[in-house]
């Protein structure tokens, strides 16, 4: 009797074992799909794309070429891809979140969907402020070492486009640092006194990055640092509140 009830635990769990890595499967599988159809999508409205972000320079000046044959029609891809990705990264959360979420307990189910939500508007955030402030202040500072020389410039379309998706992925990722502080302290990796006490530290480091992603301006190295200091002090903030309000739960489950 005994072995038998032995063969029968382990056979239901191998059936559990293959219903998950089935549905593992089809996840990944619906999320390949979506990711092919956003890429032909973005393959489609690729040369819109790439249009409007060469308009932007053209304010400015700038004329391009490309070298290569194939080179235009690489960034045509390029671009289709990046926009696919952006496009099926809320599907491929949403089959993670499905996957794992009948192991979450409610406060980590509340943290995931929320990290999730405010992550996708964080990004979204900062690739609008680096559309919208920072290029037309570096675009304008670049533009401007090349005045009254001799040397003419023919831009790349390639290192222009790829250029501009930097500074998109930068500034996106930049903005996530709420998001990612806030998952930090609520798993208890992080805490606030830390980000209080280092806050002198973090801001000299912040002007070095500025320094670093920016053109050598003073103006341009502020316009990126007032923004990251403002997240970061966000990120106490927003990080305090939690905690205040996570503490009577946990006095109340002790």
Same mark, same amino acid.
């Given at each position: 009797?005994?072995?038998?009830?032995?063969?029968?635990?382990?056979?239901?769990?191998?059936?559990?074992?293959?219903?998950?890595?089935?549905?593992?499967?089809?996840?990944?599988?619906?999320?390949?799909?979506?990711?092919?159809?956003?890429?032909?999508?973005?393959?489609?409205?690729?040369?819109?794309i790439v249009k409007a972000l060469?308009?932007?320079?053209?304010?400015?000046?700038?004329?391009?070429?490309?070298?290569?044959?194939?080179?235009?029609?690489?960034?045509?891809?390029?671009?289709?891809?990046?926009?696919?990705?952006?496009?099926?990264?809320?599907?491929?959360?949403?089959?993670?979140?499905?996957?794992?979420?009948?192991?979450?307990?409610?406060?980590?189910?509340?943290?995931?969907?929320?990290?999730?939500?405010?992550?996708?508007?964080?990004?979204?955030?900062?690739?609008?402020?680096?559309?919208?402030?920072?290029?037309?202040?570096?675009?304008? !500072? +670049?533009?401007? @070492?090349? $005045?009254?020389?001799? /040397?003419?410039?023919?831009?790349? %379309?390639?290192?222009? &486009?790829? !250029? +501009?998706?930097? @500074?998109? $992925?930068?500034?996106? /990722?930049?903005?996530?640092?709420? %998001?990612?502080?806030? &998952?930090?302290?609520?798993?208890?990796?992080?805490?606030?006194?830390?980000?209080?006490?280092?806050?002198? %530290?973090?801001?000299?480091?912040?002007?070095?990055?500025?320094?670093?992603?920016?053109?050598?301006?003073?103006?341009?190295?502020?316009?990126?640092?007032?923004?990251?200091?403002?997240?970061?002090?966000?990120?106490?903030?927003?990080?305090?509140?939690?905690?205040?309000?996570?503490?009577?739960?946990?006095?109340?489950?002790?």
């Amino acid at each position: 009797m005994g072995k038998r009830k032995t063969k029968e635990v382990q056979n239901e769990k191998s059936m559990a074992l293959s219903g998950h890595l089935r549905e593992l499967r089809n996840r990944l599988v619906i999320c390949i799909a979506c990711l092919v159809v956003s890429f032909l999508i973005g393959l489609h409205y690729a040369p819109d794309i790439v249009k409007a972000l060469t308009d932007i320079g053209k304010n400015y000046g700038y004329t391009y070429v490309y070298i290569a044959p194939q080179e235009l029609l690489m960034q045509y891809f390029s671009v289709a891809m990046l926009a696919g990705v952006c496009i099926t990264f809320p599907v491929l959360f949403y089959h993670i979140w499905s996957f794992i979420q009948p192991g979450l307990r409610r406060n980590e189910n509340l943290l995931f969907l929320s990290a999730m939500f405010f992550g996708l508007i964080c990004f979204a955030a900062g690739v609008l402020f680096a559309y919208k402030i920072m290029l037309p202040f570096m675009l304008y !500072f +670049l533009v401007g @070492i090349g $005045m009254g020389s001799d /040397i003419t410039a023919a831009i790349s %379309v390639q290192n222009y &486009i790829t !250029f +501009l998706l930097t @500074i998109f $992925m930068i500034f996106g /990722i930049v903005f996530e640092l709420p %998001v990612l502080s806030v &998952i930090l302290t609520q798993m208890r990796l992080l805490r606030v006194e830390w980000m209080k006490k280092g806050r002198r %530290v973090i801001i000299i480091v912040i002007f070095v990055v500025a320094a670093f992603i920016t053109p050598p301006d003073i103006v341009s190295q502020i316009m990126i640092a007032i923004p990251m200091i403002g997240l970061y002090e966000l990120s106490i903030l927003i990080c305090s509140f939690l905690m205040r309000f996570k503490k009577p739960d946990q006095e109340e489950e002790e």
